[in-house]
């Protein structure tokens, strides 16, 4: 519930952190349009030349970003549940200065989640796998055609059966959406590996560059949960409640 209730809060900076830097490079493409555009008359290629200095500085500034934001979007969402401040521009500052004053050590994280996501994907998908045919051999030896229509189904969503009842499709349908909620399963290994390998390697990458220890993120805690409002509305209940139990004694 907490979970829930932090990112509820934090939902428009996860959206906004990557599309800012979007938006910034949408911004900084208009000169070069508006000079290019200069291009499409005889006088207008004179004035562009002139001008031109001021598209190579923006087509600089829109490369920087893009290679910014391509290796660092992956250390945005860390830095916004991290920091206690984590915000849309810390995001993009702290993952663009990671990525480019530590290239190298980034570099080298990477690699080592590649060495252990692979074969971890590997693992999981050749597990998933294992359990869907113990299941259909097993079940095979007593449900009889029914199991290979479920197989037919789940490879290509059609069945063998000619003709089939309402009823029937139903359960394969159920059988069938059961095992694909099984694939999802072990999909979601290879998106949950890469958010909480993403994080780790905002912290490493963070005390390296600032120093700052792994284990100091910010956690909502009792103390931070309310603001001043909140306490005085509940200092409020508590006098009152106090009042009435006074008059009742």
């Known amino acids: 519930k907490e979970a829930f209730c932090f990112v509820r809060g934090k939902y428009v900076s996860y959206l906004m952190s990557p599309l800012f830097v979007v938006v910034a490079c949408a911004v900084l493409s208009l000169p070069i349009v ?23 500085i923006a087509g600089i500034a829109i490369a920087v970003l893009l290679t910014g934001l391509f290796f660092g979007w992956p ?14 521009y810390e995001a993009t500052s702290r993952s663009f200065a990671y990525t480019f004053q530590a290239p190298l050590q980034y570099f080298g994280f990477a690699l080592i989640i590649c060495a252990i ?7 999981v998908q050749s597990f998933a796998v294992l359990v869907e045919q113990v299941v259909f051999a097993v079940a095979g030896v007593s449900g009889g055609n029914t199991m290979d229509d479920v197989q037919q189904f789940i490879k290509t ?14 359960g394969v349908n159920v059988i069938g959406g059961i095992h694909w909620i099984g694939h999802i399963i072990a999909d979601a290994f290879c998106v949950g590996f890469f958010f909480c390998s993403s994080a780790g390697v905002y912290l490493l990458l963070r005390r390296f560059v600032d120093q700052t220890e792994i284990d100091e993120v910010f956690v909502v805690d009792e103390k931070t949960k309310y603001g001043l409002e909140d306490l005085l509305q509940q200092s409020t209940e508590n006098a009152a409640a106090t009042v009435n139990d006074e008059g009742a004694e």
Not at 75 to 88: F, H, R
């Open 34 to 56: 508006g000079i290019s555009a200069l291009l499409n008359f005889d006088i207008g290629v004179v004035l562009a030349s002139v001008l031109w200095v001021l598209v190579v």
């Open 75 to 88: 250390l945005m969402w860390p830095t916004i549940s991290t920091e206690e401040s984590g915000d849309v």
């Open 117 to 123: 996501w692979v074969p971890g994907v590997v693992i």
């Open 157 to 170: 969503g059609g069945i063998h059966t000619d003709s089939p009842t309402a009823i029937y499709m139903l």
